[in-house]
């Protein structure tokens, strides 16, 4: 029997992408990844996740810290607040995924996307974010959604 190597990658790449928010995105990242473990791109996206998370907290905090609007400021500060719980919520992934937990994992990426996405909706009303707060968000979004699709495939549900 040949050697599935490039193919396999390119399989399981494109069945975890096409079930994500943004398939183009979720191909640079999985790709970069160089597996076609589940468990290991599922560790692998937690810890981008992670890092985005962290990322984007600091950047809140700053941006809370500096601005002058006092809606905009309000705002920040919100925004570092729910980044803090998306990076709880992260951690609480990886461990559930160490202990077999997939279900639970399934669930933590989702409460995560979910504070990266009510600060992102914070900014629909006017003063407009001037900052790069609202991309991070949603390349968190974008992370946790890939997140989503591997433990449901770790579940046997997709």
Same mark, same amino acid.
């Given at each position: %029997? @040949?050697? %599935?190597?490039?193919?396999?990658?390119?399989?399981?790449?494109?069945?975890?992408?096409?079930?994500? =928010?943004?398939?183009?995105? &979720?191909?640079? *990242?999985?790709?970069?990844?160089?597996?076609?473990?589940?468990?290991?791109?599922?560790?692998?996206?937690?810890?981008?996740?992670?890092?985005? *998370?962290?990322?984007?907290?600091?950047?809140? !905090?700053?941006?809370?810290?500096?601005?002058?609007?006092?809606? !905009?400021? $309000? =705002?920040? @500060?919100?925004?570092?607040?729910?980044?803090? $719980?998306?990076? $709880?919520?992260?951690?609480?992934?990886?461990?559930?995924?160490?202990?077999?937990?997939?279900?639970? *994992?399934?669930?933590?990426?989702?409460?995560? %996307?979910?504070?990266?996405? $009510?600060? !992102?909706?914070?900014?629909?009303?006017?003063?407009?974010?001037?900052?790069?707060?609202?991309?991070?968000?949603?390349? *968190?979004?974008?992370? &946790?959604?890939?997140?989503?699709?591997?433990?449901? !495939?770790?579940?046997?549900?997709?």
């Amino acid at each position: %029997m @040949a050697p %599935m190597h490039a193919a396999s990658q390119d399989d399981i790449v494109s069945t975890i992408c096409k079930k994500t =928010r943004n398939p183009s995105f &979720c191909f640079n *990242v999985l790709k970069s990844a160089g597996t076609t473990d589940l468990k290991v791109l599922a560790t692998f996206t937690l810890n981008l996740a992670h890092d985005k *998370v962290a990322q984007t907290h600091a950047l809140a !905090l700053s941006l809370a810290s500096k601005a002058a609007d006092p809606k !905009l400021k $309000d =705002r920040y @500060a919100t925004c570092a607040e729910q980044y803090d $719980d998306a990076a $709880d919520d992260i951690e609480d992934g990886k461990n559930d995924l160490r202990e077999g937990d997939y279900n639970g *994992v399934n669930i933590k990426a989702s409460a995560a %996307m979910t504070e990266a996405g $009510d600060c !992102l909706d914070s900014f629909t009303q006017p003063p407009k974010d001037p900052s790069a707060l609202s991309g991070n968000g949603k390349t *968190v979004e974008d992370i &946790c959604s890939i997140i989503l699709v591997i433990a449901n !495939l770790l579940l046997g549900r997709a």
